[in-house]
């Protein structure tokens, strides 16, 4: 089966909704238990009395159970119910007048909305959101989900290595539900997709268009232009049992994960043109169209269509702003970063904190893939969810990055360390430790709500730190999921270029932090970017990809780009770093 978005073959989990049927006069009995089902959940969340949970859940049972409607009941013949009794008869009474539950609302609002959210993940019951919540301090799905890929949750009571996958695996299925991918999440599709239609159609043309084309890092469906016909495309889809629904100006079927794809008809005549307007963002085709030389005539290549304007080739990822234009229209574009100008790794965790593989095994991976070298950079002693590093650990942890560097020479592992940054905008060891580090990523992992003054006021004094050599995922943000602390960008930047710090781009495909949007300032500022993995595991070196995607979309060069660097300029820039000591 071709188009299923990979890791979302679940059964829709029965969810739990508190929704207030408008339209039905009489309330069903399943209407009225789902109002104690919730109430006996969220008391046990917050820990109410056990007696008292049980009735409701009781209650919840009885209606289950229940042949007759309680709404056409007396009552006397309600509360005379075994299981029900006066006290939760009225409350039934209240839900059936009134369509709501007084203290069920009570409990609601004093949930979080991530939390309330939780209870629609199959296999999380109260217990686990609980100690989700209190523990792990996490309130929503994002950063839960995060927390699953970052191997957190089995250091917790009752969550095993494999309830840690089966949640992770829920979690993913239900945000696939809610109308927003992330490109890494759609990317096996696009390619199977394109791949099927060359193969089964040879003799016609198709592109992947659109956002996916665009390297957008999160989308909502998958625009595909073909010259196929309307009658051949659809008895291709019919075949593979997708139904094509006809709108406007596309054709669109939805897969079994309820993703989206909208097929664009062409000719061979506009085939090219239609492409490059569903890939180009709406203010960049706007600006185009008002080219002087500008007409739409049949294009026969892309080139064509820059040709026909007498402006440089822009690259798909670039087509976002109007200025490009300009800029293409004066010299040819430098060439962007592409994945292999990734030299070393930078940013990773070992089982020191809490990644899954051993420094060895991590070294001798990137060895192998070709990496010039590894920066291990464990979690600091505040991340202590994370297993974070004590003075006396980050000693041993050098010995063994000593004795590994013999072992593996040429090849070199850094040592590293990705500092929290504290309340104060301080870091997470006193001098004498950080000196010891050739690289001192520092991150907010902590109290992230917080107002952009004191964001910045965190940031700033850690940039100023005269030991940070690297601004890691500056905003914290979840693509899909979590905003990320307010930050003015360009002073970030400016701060960075003034005390000669690195921001980070983060690979990961759902943080890609710094957003590509303030790459081109930092570029301006000569402010280094580092594409960094934030490996947890040897599979997330391959994370590096993402990132260099988006990083293309803002003209990012492999010179412009930190983790580039080779071995011997990577050895240069610490010596830099360095000299910055005190
Ligand atoms: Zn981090
Ligand atoms: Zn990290």
Redesign the pocket.
């Known amino acids: 089966m071709i188009f299923k978005v990979p890791r979302g073959t679940f059964f829709i989990p029965t969810i739990l909704t508190y929704s207030l049927p408008l339209l039905s006069l009489r309330m069903h009995n399943y209407e009225i238990e789902e109002y104690f089902t919730l109430l006996a959940k969220l008391m046990d969340i917050h820990g109410e009395n056990e007696f008292k949970i049980k009735s409701y859940s009781n209650a919840a049972y009885t209606l289950d159970k229940l042949t007759e409607p309680v709404s056409d009941m007396s009552p006397s013949q309600l509360f005379a119910i075994r299981g029900i009794g006066e006290a939760i008869g009225k409350k039934i009474q209240e839900i059936i007048a009134t369509k709501h539950l007084a203290l069920l609302d009570e409990y609601v609002q004093k949930t979080p909305p991530g939390i309330l959210e939780m209870l629609k993940i199959k296999g999380l019951g109260p217990k686990k959101i609980v100690t989700i919540w209190k523990e792990l301090e996490i309130e929503s799905i994002g950063e839960l989900l995060y927390a699953c890929e970052e191997n957190r949750l089995v250091k917790y009571k009752g969550f095993g290595e494999k309830t840690q996958k089966n949640i992770q695996d829920a979690l993913h299925f239900y945000l696939q539900h809610q109308g927003n991918y992330l490109y890494e999440e759609v990317e096996s599709l696009a390619t199977s997709l394109q791949k099927s239609l060359d193969a089964e159609f040879p003799n016609e043309q198709h592109i992947i268009s659109g956002a996916f084309k665009r390297q957008l890092e999160s989308l909502e469906c998958l625009d595909v232009v073909t010259t196929l016909s309307e009658i051949n495309l659809t008895n291709w889809l019919e075949s593979k049992m997708f139904k094509l629904e006809k709108n406007e100006d596309f054709l669109s079927c939805k897969g079994e994960d309820n993703f989206e794809i909208r097929w664009h008809l062409a000719t061979p005549e506009n085939f090219f043109w239609k492409d490059f307007t569903l890939s180009g963002s709406p203010e960049f085709i706007l600006a185009w169209e008002k080219l002087p030389q500008f007409k739409t005539e049949p294009f026969k290549t892309e080139q064509s269509i820059f040709d026909q304007v007498g402006i440089h080739y822009i690259p798909t990822p670039q087509r976002e702003y109007a200025e490009i234009i300009g800029l293409a229209a004066t010299k040819t574009l430098a060439k962007t970063i592409q994945p292999t100008d990734i030299k070393g790794i930078i940013?990773s965790?070992s089982t020191w904190s809490d990644g899954i593989h051993t420094i060895e095994q991590m070294a001798v991976a990137a060895k192998a893939q070709g990496f010039e070298y590894l920066i291990i950079?464990d979690?600091s002693k505040s991340a202590f969810y994370a297993n974070g590093l004590q003075a006396d650990r980050i000693v041993a942890q050098h010995k063994e990055i000593d004795v590994l560097n013999k072992k593996l020479a040429p090849f070199v592992i850094f040592k590293s360390i990705?500092s929290d940054i504290l309340n104060d905008g301080s870091l997470d060891y006193p001098d004498e430790v950080l000196a010891s580090f050739d690289i001192v990523?520092a991150?907010v992992h902590s109290n992230l709500k917080m107002t952009e003054e004191k964001a910045m006021m965190r940031l700033l004094n850690a940039i100023s730190n005269p030991y940070t050599s690297i601004l890691?995922h500056p905003t914290g943000r979840l693509l899909l999921s979590r905003k990320g602390y307010p930050v003015n960008h360009e002073v970030l930047i400016e701060a960075c270029a003034e005390h000669n710090v690195v921001m980070e781009l983060n690979a990961h495909p759902r943080r890609l932090d710094m957003d590509w949007r303030y790459i081109q300032k930092a570029i301006e500022m000569d402010v280094l970017i580092s594409i960094d993995p934030?490996a947890?595991a040897i599979e997330g070196f391959d994370d590096c990809k993402y990132g260099v995607l988006v990083a293309q979309k803002a003209g990012l060069t492999a010179a412009n780009n930190l983790s580039s660097f080779s071995l011997a300029e990577m050895m240069e820039f610490i010596e830099y770093q360095q000299a910055k000591r005190p």
């Open positions: 940013h965790h950079s979690h990705e990523i991150s890691g934030d947890h």
